[in-house]
Each structure stands twice: as C-alpha cells, then as structure tokens.
C-alpha cells in the first residue's frame, strides 16, 4: 500500500470518527432538553446516534462525560470570545463585564441544558472530556488573573503578588452569580444577570482600591 492510500486511509478513519462524536454529542443534547439529563439513559443516546453502547463509551466514560462532549465544543469558542474581549487601556470592571459576556450569552441560550452543566461541573475531575473541560475552566480563571494584572498596571488597584489568588476570587463570585441568575428565571435576561454581577464585583474592586 502506498503512503498515498496510507494517508487516504487514516483520513478517511479521522473523518468517520468526527462523524461518530457529532451524532452522539447532537443526541446526548436533544435527549437531555426532551427527557432531562436524569431520564436520558446512555443506551438511549446510542440508539439515538445510530452507534452501538460499546461505542459511545469510546466518546465519553459516562452520562456526566456525555454533557460535556455537548458542551466542550462551545465553552472552547466562548472562552477565546472572552479572551479577545480583554483590553489595556479600560478598568477592571469594563474588562470583567466585557469578559464575562459571552459566557452569560452561552448559557442563558438553553437555560435548562446550562443548569445541567453548571450542576455538574462543580466536582467533575474525571472521564474523558473532563481534561478539557478543566482546561478550559483554567483558561477563564488565568484570563481573571491577567484583567487584575493589567488593573495593578494602570495604577487602578494596589499591587500585590496576590494577583492570582484575587483573580480566582473574581471567577468564584462570578460563577456563583450565574449560578444564581440561572436559578431565578425560566427565561433568564443576560443584562440583568450581568447587573448584578457588576453589583457583586464592586465590592471586591473596592476592596482591591488603592484608596485607604
């Protein structure tokens, strides 16, 4: 066989394999909206994908693994939405809301499936897609970091070596703000969440002021 067919091959395997996971992941998300993420079983999902059991579990270690194979894509693309948001010349609260925006935008588009993985992200560590979900979670917590560092820079706040231990503050209040957003409306209003979460940041930003 030729290194032409070879690669023709391996193409064609890459190819089929994408397939495979767009067809799980696109009904792991229809079953989970129509029958809710405790009723939705794996079987199901694999009837559903037209693959057998044995191959979704290739895809994803278990049902918690298949929501974030539905998500992962999107948190990716979100996350480098909200590092290009990020400017040096604006405060930290311009930063933080400007951020934060499209993660707000994200999960307040199918607020059911959104509750579902925030319920789920908060002790998810293990299965095949949890790598990736953390690096991406880390993407967010580092972009925190770096909107403090660029507010020490521009003499907006005190300067301190505890810049990162106040960025992982700055994503702890926002989590628990678009937790609570969630919580509060069927059809949640991303400017209103984004209110309060402002509301939520300036006490924190106050705390970090230069003035005494």
Known sequence: MSERQVAAQAGKRELNKQDKQRRIADAARK???????????TRQIAVKAGVALGT??????N????????VNDELEDVAAKAAVAIRSDVTLMQNLIAALRPLYEFFGKQPG???LTLREMMFYESGLQAARFIQIRQKMIELCREMVRIAQRRNEI??????????EVLF???QIELRKWLAGASRPNVENGLRDLEEAFQIVIAGLSKRE
């Open 31 to 41: 079953l989970f909206i129509a029958n809710g993420y405790d009723e939705a079983s």
């Open 56 to 61: 979704l579990f290739l895809y994803a270690a």
């Open 63 to 70: 049902k918690r693994d298949l929501l974030f194979l539905v």
């Open 113 to 115: 499936l959104s509750r």
């Open 158 to 167: 005190r300067n301190s070596s505890r810049y990162r231990r106040a960025g």
């Open 172 to 174: 702890a209040i926002f």
